[in-house]
């Protein structure tokens, strides 16, 4: 398995419209590409499942491409595999499967369809038609929980997340390690809960995070937020959203976002394919070294030395004298009955 950093050149325009850096032009394809992609949630969930489905739109108005998508299909691998192979058997240029839910039904099925080109966002799966595209959410994970660390008066910071994807996981152990990195002595409440589209599942979690101390909480959901939200305007307690900035939609509830903008891998793995530089076998990564893609956005209640802090440990982890680790173990928050 072969990894290999996405340049900040070679992205040619974020999910948002802006224009961004180019290597090269796409050059004009002799027929309109057909792309396939398939969505384990709902496409207008204001999280991951929407910014990667903005994504797929800007490159299909960029490239000229043909979509057929599929979405809101169970996150459990018989039926992804079942929806994938649905989209390969119509032979498109490309399928996307958005999200590692994905690795392990896309793994199986490429293999089912070698004429076919494949790839899993978020992924960590690779093979002769295969291929991962990652933003690395865990890095602005980690300077998320560095904030928690650095502002939280109780000591108790929480962190709430669905399902259990790798990308989930990833993320939950980089935000676990800043707050060990500003705040050692801070306690970690973090919860699965199952679901990440459950709004009065996600209010029940939060709301009991708070209730044992948290006075910051840290949120990896989809359409679920909202409830989250509830709680913590209920309680007066800050959140911290994640892959789009939350502080301008929610103002007064979140006091930063840990931007990982999933829709730069949907659009640079169509872009690849138009260009016919379409990665298989490989892991193709983006991290804070391109901010308009991964970064921490913070509210302007952040206080200036704050911000200085956290602007000196992304540029830390952008060098490589800071690693962000993978993994976490320890005791997790439980769900609520």
Same mark, same amino acid.
């Not at 989930?168 to 809960?193: C, D, E, I, Q």
């Not at 892991?283 to 901010?291: A, K, W």
């Given at each position: 398995?072969?990894?290999?950093?996405?340049?900040?050149?070679?992205?040619?325009?974020?999910?948002?419209?802006?224009?961004?850096?180019?290597?090269?032009?796409?050059?004009?394809?002799?027929?309109?590409?057909?792309?396939?992609?398939?969505?384990?949630?709902?496409?207008?969930?204001?999280?991951?499942?929407?910014?990667?489905?903005?994504?797929?739109?800007? !490159?299909?108005?960029?490239?000229?491409?043909?979509? %057929?998508?599929?979405?809101?299909?169970?996150?459990?691998?018989?039926?992804?595999?079942?929806?994938?192979?649905?989209?390969?058997?119509?032979?498109? %240029?490309?399928?996307?499967?958005?999200?590692?839910?994905?690795?392990?039904?896309?793994?199986?099925?490429?293999?089912?369809?070698?004429?076919?080109?494949?790839?899993?966002?978020?992924?960590?799966? *690779?093979?002769?038609?295969?291929?991962?595209?990652?933003?690395?959410?865990?890095?602005?994970?980690?300077?998320?929980?560095?904030?928690?660390?650095?502002?939280?008066?109780?000591?108790?910071?929480?962190?709430?997340?669905?399902?259990?994807?790798?990308?989930?996981?990833?993320?939950?152990?980089?935000?676990?390690?800043?707050?060990?990195?500003?705040?050692?002595?801070?306690?970690?409440?973090?919860?699965?809960?199952?679901?990440?589209?459950?709004?009065?599942?996600?209010?029940?979690?939060?709301?009991?995070?708070?209730?044992?101390?948290?006075?910051?909480?840290?949120?990896?959901?989809?359409?679920? #937020?909202?409830?989250?939200?509830?709680?913590?305007?209920?309680?007066?307690?800050?959140?911290?959203?994640?892959?789009?900035?939350?502080? *301008?939609?929610?103002?007064?509830?979140?006091?930063?976002?840990?931007? !990982?903008?999933?829709?730069?891998?949907?659009?640079?793995?169509?872009?690849?394919?138009?260009?016919?530089?379409?990665?298989?076998?490989?892991?193709?990564?983006?991290?804070?070294?391109?901010?308009?893609?991964?970064?921490?956005?913070?509210?302007?209640?952040?206080?200036?030395?704050? #911000? *200085?802090?956290?602007?000196?440990?992304?540029?830390?982890?952008?060098?490589?004298?800071?690693?962000?680790?993978?993994?976490?173990?320890?005791?997790?928050?439980?769900?609520?009955?």
């Amino acid at each position: 398995m072969r990894s290999t950093r996405i340049d900040r050149r070679t992205l040619l325009l974020g999910a948002a419209g802006g224009a961004l850096p180019l290597l090269g032009s796409v050059p004009a394809a002799a027929a309109r590409l057909k792309v396939a992609a398939l969505f384990a949630g709902k496409i207008d969930d204001r999280g991951f499942m929407q910014a990667g489905h903005a994504g797929l739109k800007l !490159a299909a108005a960029v490239v000229s491409a043909d979509l %057929d998508v599929t979405q809101n299909v169970p996150p459990q691998p018989e039926a992804l595999a079942t929806a994938l192979r649905e989209l390969a058997q119509k032979k498109p %240029d490309l399928v996307v499967a958005h999200g590692g839910q994905n690795n392990a039904a896309a793994k199986v099925v490429a293999t089912e369809f070698p004429d076919v080109a494949f790839v899993v966002t978020q992924g960590n799966v *690779t093979g002769p038609n295969l291929a991962s595209y990652e933003v690395l959410q865990e890095q602005s994970a980690f300077l998320a929980g560095a904030l928690a660390g650095l502002i939280t008066k109780t000591g108790v910071v929480g962190h709430m997340s669905g399902i259990r994807v790798v990308p989930g996981l990833k993320g939950r152990a980089g935000y676990a390690a800043g707050v060990a990195h500003t705040n050692p002595t801070a306690k970690l409440l973090t919860n699965f809960s199952g679901n990440q589209d459950d709004d009065a599942l996600s209010k029940k979690v939060a709301t009991a995070m708070i209730a044992a101390g948290a006075d910051v909480v840290f949120t990896m959901l989809n359409a679920g #937020r909202m409830g989250a939200v509830e709680a913590c305007r209920e309680t007066g307690v800050p959140q911290i959203g994640n892959v789009v900035d939350w502080t *301008t939609i929610v103002p007064d509830v979140f006091i930063a976002s840990a931007c !990982a903008d999933s829709g730069r891998a949907v659009f640079q793995a169509v872009a690849d394919k138009a260009a016919g530089r379409f990665a298989a076998g490989h892991i193709r990564q983006v991290g804070l070294d391109t901010p308009e893609a991964v970064r921490l956005t913070m509210a302007p209640r952040v206080p200036e030395d704050v #911000r *200085t802090r956290i602007a000196a440990i992304a540029a830390e982890i952008v060098a490589g004298r800071l690693a962000v680790p993978h993994d976490w173990r320890g005791e997790e928050f439980p769900t609520p009955a």
